[in-house]
Each structure stands twice: as C-alpha cells, then as structure tokens.
C-alpha cells in the first residue's frame, strides 16, 4: 500500500478519501493543504506566489518528510485507523507544531470535516499544545492581553475587532490559516483548534525562523507589504466628529496656520454627504468643496474625506446598483443590513464591477477635486446584527469568505487611485485582513471609549497588529466615545493618549466629543449631530502647550518615521514592536505589554492610568539606555521607577540614537 507520492515538488498522501498536499512556500516555510473526496484547489486568498524553493522530500511505506530551509514536516501514518499525523520541525530538530493524534480508540481526527449542504464542510483542525508557549499576532482584539496563550478568539471582524489569524510563537515558528471563512481559534493549554463555519479545504501556511524578524520578513514575502509611506502620513492629522460645513472646516485649519501648528491632513468626517450611497458633498454644507480642497492645500494640509460603504434605500444610485447586481444579498428577510439614519445596505466590495462603479463616483465627486486620501470607515462591514451566515458576497457566502471584505474595499480605492496616476497612497480604514497592507491600508482601531482600561487595549492591539503584518495603525486620540472636552479628567487622559499618540505609525486627533450639537438642514430633517471641540486649544490652558510640544516632537521625528515607513516597505518590519522583536533573548521581553519600541531606536513606556505621575519600565538586556527628558543613562535588563509629570512620559533612546531628542520629551 502506497500512502505518499512526490509531485512537482510537493508531498501528496491519500487515504478513505482524503488528500494532503505540502508545498514549500517561500524560504524556511510550508503550505499545506487537505480536501474529502475532490482535488486540492489551486488559487490562493491572500498568498502570493513565492520565489521558487526546492524541497527535499524523502518517502518511505508509513512515513514521510519534506524539507525547505529551516522547516521539516514529518509524516506518519498512525496504525489505528491509517489517520495521518504531521510534526513541523526545526533545523535544530526541536518540535515547533504537532497535530493531534488519534489516540487509539478515541478515533480522533487532526483535520476533522463535517460536510454541509453542497461540497463545503465545517472544519476543525487541531493541534497539540506546548503549554510554555507564547503567542502573539491574531489581529486587533479589545482585550488587555499580550500573550494570547488561553484565550479564545472570534474569527470574524467587528467594529474594533480585525481578525488576521497570523501569528508568531516563542518556539520560532509563525503559522497563518489561510482561509477567509468565518470561524474561532482556541488557544487552549491542551490543543489549539482552528475553526472554519463553511469552507472546501483545510490550508495554513508555515515558516521557521531563528528570530521574530525574520519569522515576519517570511510572512512579508508571501503576504506583501504596505507601499511607502506618503510624506503627509508623517506628521499630525486633525479630525473630529464631525466639521459639518465647509466654513467650519476652514476656520479650524486658519486658525492652525495662525498659530504656527503644522497640520499634514485635515479630515472631513462622514454624512457630508446627502445620503449614504451618494458619494458626494452635500450641496446645503459644502456648497464649494473644491474652493475648500485648494484652500487645505494653500494653507499646507491634504484633505481627507470619509467614505461609508452603505447605501441608502434613498440614495441616487442605489436602484441602479441593486439593477446591476452590485450589493451585498441577505439570504431571508427584507434586506436591510444596517439600520442609521435610514435602511442601508452594504456595496459589495468584492465584486469587480462594484469596485469599478464606485470608485468612478469617488473620482468624479472627490478625487477629480483634488483629494488624494480617503477614510473608508464601516469596512468590517459593520452589519447591524452580525449573523454572518445571512449574508452572501459576489465572493461567495460570508460564512465561507467574509473576512476578505475589508481588504477588497482597501483594494476598491487603492486600484482606483492608481489608475487615477496617483502614486503615493494612504487610506484610513477601519478593518484589515491578510494583505491589506499590499492597499494602502492605515488601520484605526476603531469606535472604543474614552477610558484608560481601552487606552490600555490599544498598547495590545497595536503590537499585535503590527506582528499581523499591518505596519500603519493608529487610534482615536483620546479614544471615541464619551469624552467631554470640558472634564479635567477627560482632559489628562487626552494628553496621555496625544503622547502615545506621537510614537504611533501615524498621529490623528479624533472623537465624538460631548456636549454635541443637533444638526436641522433646511427641509427641515435630522442630520448627524456634531460633537464639541477637538482641537489641541480645546482643552485648556494646561494641556495646549503640551499637546504642541509633542507634534512639535512629531515633526523633530520625520526623518527617522520616514525610514522606518521605508523599512515596512522593503521587509514588512512594524513600526510599533514588542520588545521582544529587538531583543528576543531577553526572556523579559516576552511578557511586557505596557511599553514598545517605536522602530529599532525608541523605547515608549506610556502612561496609561489615571493620575499617575511615575511608573516602573524595564529597560531590555543587550543596550544601554538614555532617557529622552533628561539625558541620563540607565543599563539595560533592569526595572527603573521614571517620574513623568503631565508635560512628558518616558522615552528612552537605545545606545543614545535619535539623540536631537534629549531634552525635547
């Protein structure tokens, strides 16, 4: 009996149906792949084709191997049952992943598929456990938790939840489920189980590496990475919701040139449109909004504008996309996905022609007035009940490639722009998935409070997206929701978050401040309301001076952020990094979740709770340490108590780099 056969490069085994394929993938890494009863389909949902490896494959009667660089797979067939186990090696022989056994009479199953109606199945994958293991990666989640180790995740996207089932473990491996279905991952001290609700095959995709870096420059190659950075994407970005007329747009942006605070873009937030789905100013609020773009870049800002991909039962284009088949369907009942001011129901971004119509009303209504970056909010899409398995993509049903829709947005603009001649591209989006960051994609963390418990979410998420593969990241200053200009509370977190805010990938000021402000248009109707005042002189005369020193401090840093976007560019590298990432043999590293390095040089410890004046920072082994504020030198692999009044936080620069610093912070 012959279980494994070598073809055109890869390991194949068959058995009772079932077909395993293992193809090397890139340098020091795997894919594999598996199908009931039907051929493994080519194709691929988010890797590229990689540069060609040659595998070493060795097949005996009941086992077998394949090498590529740094990664083994070994492959046994069990006794009982003739069920296949795979174990991923190192170079140095040392178990990176295991699927489960059998386990004799338990008859259990590694790659367990439960047919469903057609040819999808819901698949359980399962793998043995290292309890000592750490993880880290998975996308953005809103939980205070560094080490994902235990914890149970959702694999479908929400309003501040992006899932990206990457991730890097401690034993020096990354592992990628490439596979868009909605589903769960449970990181159990046991077994870890990936769930796909609807899918046709298993496939995941493997690499090894001596280091972090070069687990993630591994990812990068097969994934892609973002374009470079604009040049407006260094500095500071002012938004608020919302600026609800062009007279009070421009006023804010004179009054930042008056004072001499330099403003890359200025932001237009949602419903200055009539209806969602119109994709135009609103003539009643912006009766001249191209005179307003030339007027931002007169005064030095790029205009943003922000982009819903709903579409209103009302809006001008709305029975000619539902004609042309360009919507999201729902499978039972009236046909409304999102209820706001109006029923709505999604455009279908992964339809090329939608992509096409829409960015043809984009160019026209926005680009063609010279607005060259856009916010493409609600990207999840942000379905008001999220009952995945009632909605159907041109894709295909969302239980089965749902998590690709924000991605296909950021590839709707990103495409459109390009073939508009535009060269440099940045986009605001609010959800991510495996290779967005091919699209232009800065990642805000979306709709989250105003309290220190999410400022402290954030300092995960941040880390954690950038491990993803998804450099550009940022958050709403000062969080979203319930912040009160006028609170001395409210007051302090914003100037704690603003300086977090300075060594992020990108810095923008943003919120649905209280108290807000009706908004009655001329037929008489409800518009979206307008929040209070978010500008840095907002909040008084404390914070205003610290809040320009540090975009001041921002503008100090341009030259360093801007080789750091360089770097993302050419190797995939975060910009926000877990200590780790620089110093993966200090074993402290591993498990500090409340400060970062801002690229290879930066050390930010933020401070993140409420009325603290000092907090404790480790400082990594293998550097010495110079503190940004004061000059002073600290050793390396040691824990510090740093004072850090209102008007600063601690920064430490690694070895003395970035020194024009010292004495800024």
Not at 245 to 255: C, D, F, H, K, M
Not at 516 to 540: P, Y
Not at 545 to 553: D, E, G, M, R, T
């Amino acid at each position: 009996m012959r279980f494994f056969e070598e073809a055109n490069g890869s390991l194949l085994f068959r058995e009772n149906g079932e077909t395993v394929m293992i193809t090397p993938w890139g340098e020091n890494s795997l894919r594999v792949r598996s199908t009931i009863l039907s051929d493994i389909e080519d194709g691929s949902v988010a890797l590229l084709e990689p540069t060609k490896a040659t595998a070493s494959i060795h097949i005996e009667d009941m086992q077998a191997t394949i090498e590529n660089g740094k990664i083994r797979a070994e492959l046994m067939v069990q006794p009982w049952g003739k069920n296949l186990q795979i174990t991923f090696k190192n170079q140095r022989d040392e178990v990176l992943l295991q699927e489960i056994p059998n386990g004799g009479a338990l008859c259990l199953k590694a790659r367990h598929f439960k047919p469903l109606q057609g040819n999808t199945f819901r698949l359980k994958a399962s793998f043995n456990s290292n309890p000592a293991e750490k993880i880290y990666g998975m996308g953005q989640y809103q939980q205070e938790t560094f080490n994902l180790k235990g914890c149970n995740l959702e694999l479908a996207h929400r309003n501040s939840q992006a899932s990206i089932p990457f991730y890097i473990s401690s034993l020096g491996y990354g592992f990628l489920w490439h596979n868009a279905a909605i589903g769960e991952v449970h990181f159990g001290s046991n077994t870890t189980q990936w769930i796909a609700e609807s899918t046709k095959q298993l496939d995941y995709w493997i690499t090894a590496g001596d280091t972090p870096a070069e687990i993630e420059e591994a990812y990068a190659a097969v994934t892609g990475t973002a374009p470079m950075m604009p040049e407006y994407g260094l500095g500071f970005w002012q938004c608020k919701l919302r600026y609800y007329n062009q007279e009070q747009a421009l006023e804010i942006a004179r009054e930042y040139k008056n004072r001499n605070i330099p403003v890359d873009v200025f932001v237009i937030d949602y419903y200055h449109w009539p209806r969602c789905g119109d994709w135009r100013f609103d003539e009643e609020y912006f009766p001249d909004p191209k005179a307003m773009v030339d007027e931002l870049h007169e005064l030095g800002m790029e205009t943003m504008v922000s982009i819903w991909p709903q579409v209103d039962w009302r809006s001008e284009n709305y029975e000619e996309m539902k004609q042309k088949g360009l919507l999201v369907k729902i499978n039972s009942g009236i046909d409304v996905q999102m209820n706001f001011h109006g029923n709505n129901v999604f455009m279908d971004a992964t339809n090329p022609r939608t992509r096409e119509y829409v960015w043809e009303k984009c160019k026209q209504n926005y680009a063609d007035l010279g607005i060259n970056t856009f916010w493409l909010d609600e990207a999840e899409p942000e379905f008001t009940t999220y009952d995945f398995d009632n909605y159907r993509y041109h894709a295909g049903p969302v239980a089965e490639v749902g998590n690709i829709y924000p991605r296909e947005y950021a590839r709707l603009f990103y495409e459109g722009q390009q073939s508009n001649g535009q060269k440099d591209i940045v986009n605001l989006i609010r959800c991510a998935w495996v290779g967005s960051q091919r699209y232009g994609a800065l990642v805000w963390s979306g709709d989250i409070m105003s309290t220190y418990e999410d400022f402290r979410k954030q300092i995960c998420a941040g880390i954690h997206m950038g491990i993803c593969g998804i450099p550009w990241w940022t958050t709403d200053i000062g969080g979203f929701h319930g912040g009160v200009t006028e609170d001395p509370d409210f007051r302090e977190l914003l100037v704690r978050w603003f300086q977090f805010g300075t060594f992020c990938p990108v810095m923008r000021l943003h919120g649905c401040r209280q108290p807000g402000q009706t908004i009655i248009n001329k037929a008489g109707e409800v518009r979206e309301w307008t929040g209070a005042d978010n500008e840095v002189w907002s909040f008084g005369e404390e914070a205003y001076p610290i809040l320009v020193k540090f975009i001041n401090i921002r503008e100090k840093t341009r030259d360093y952020t801007r080789s750091l976007m360089e770097e993302t560019h050419k190797k995939g590298s975060p910009i926000m990094r877990a200590l780790f990432y620089e110093f993966p043999q200090d074993k402290n590293c591993w498990d500090i979740k409340d400060s970062y390095m801002f690229g290879s040089d930066i050390l930010v410890a933020p401070i993140c709770h409420e009325h603290m004046t000092s907090r404790s920072v480790y400082l990594p082994d293998g550097a010495y340490w110079i503190h940004a504020g004061n000059g002073k030198r600290y050793e390396g692999g040691k824990t510090y108590e740093v004072e850090a009044p209102l008007d600063t936080l601690p920064v430490f620069l690694r070895n003395g780099k970035q020194e024009y610093l010292i004495g800024e912070i």
